[in-house]
T-cell receptor
Framework: DAKTTQPTSMDCAEGRAANLPCNHSTISGNEYVYWYRQIHSQGPQYIIHGLKNNETNEMASLIITEDRKSSTLILPHATLRDTAVYYCIVRVRNDYKLSFGAGTTVTVRA | GAGVSQTPSNKVTEKGKYVELRCDPISGHTALYWYRQSLGQGPEFLIYFQGTGAADDSGLPNDRFFAVRPEGSVSTLKIQRTERGDSAVYLC??????????????FGPGTRLTVT
């Protein structure tokens, strides 16, 4: 059973913010939200993770709702190089497996 | 520094043949993972090594699949009597530790296996 639900695809204009939603309504208290992305013909790449507080790094920001049932990954200024499949993953912090769903195919257009 | 490398990048083999796929993890990473990715799907977990031992091989689809990591560094995924359904991209990842720490998995570019 999928633990997360993401839209199949979305488009974004270059230079604009891309907001990628993820639903994880059955998330447990000890589960984190992780985001990875996979550019065509490459392996997945870690982006960011969080538990309940909002997080920001050099790649993106992660906004988690107060009830933790959903989150949004924000790419503040999308570039053509951000075109990729983005995976939202729920995972216990010390669990070694990553359980990928189908992800969201994000296409950044000039 | 060098990332995770996988060889070959592409492998075409005939049904019934034996293949080996190699993974060189990031130096010093004790944890190593294999995943398989079919077209249009996300990667699926196959096996996890902590050091030399396979800590979890529950994702291996059947006994035709086997993986080793004899010296705790390089790993080889071995597939016997290949079938057309084995065609996929095989991804390897490594991380500094398997459990108990906030860490990310670093993935290699994958090996595309095509069974004809």
């Amino acid at each position: 059973d999928a633990k997360t639900t993401q839209p199949t695809s979305m488009d974004c204009a270059e230079g604009r913010a891309a907001n990628l939603p993820c639903n994880h309504s059955t998330i447990s208290g000890n589960e984190y939200v992780y985001w990875y992305r996979q550019i065509h013909s490459q392996g997945p790449q870690y982006i960011i993770h969080g538990l309940k507080n909002n997080e920001t790094n050099e790649m993106a920001s992660l906004i988690i709702t107060e009830d933790r049932k959903s989150s949004t990954l924000i790419l503040p200024h999308a570039t053509l190089r951000d075109t990729a499949v983005y995976y939202c993953i729920v995972r216990v912090r010390n669990d070694y497996k990553l359980s990928f769903g189908a992800g969201t195919t994000v296409t950044v257009r000039a | 520094g060098a990332g995770v490398s996988q060889t070959p990048s592409n492998k075409v083999t005939e049904k019934g043949k034996y293949v080996e796929l190699r993974c060189d993890p990031i130096s010093g990473h004790t944890a190593l993972y294999w995943y398989r990715q079919s077209l249009g799907q996300g990667p699926e977990f196959l096996i996890y090594f902590q050091g030399t031992g396979a800590a979890d091989d529950s994702g291996l689809p059947n006994d035709r699949f086997f993986a080793v990591r004899p010296e705790g560094s390089v790993s080889t995924l071995k597939i016997q009597r290949t079938e057309r359904g084995d065609s996929a991209v095989y991804l390897c990842a490594s991380s500094p530790s398997g459990r108990g720490a906030s860490y990310e998995q670093y993935f290699g570019p994958g090996t595309r296996l095509t069974v004809t």
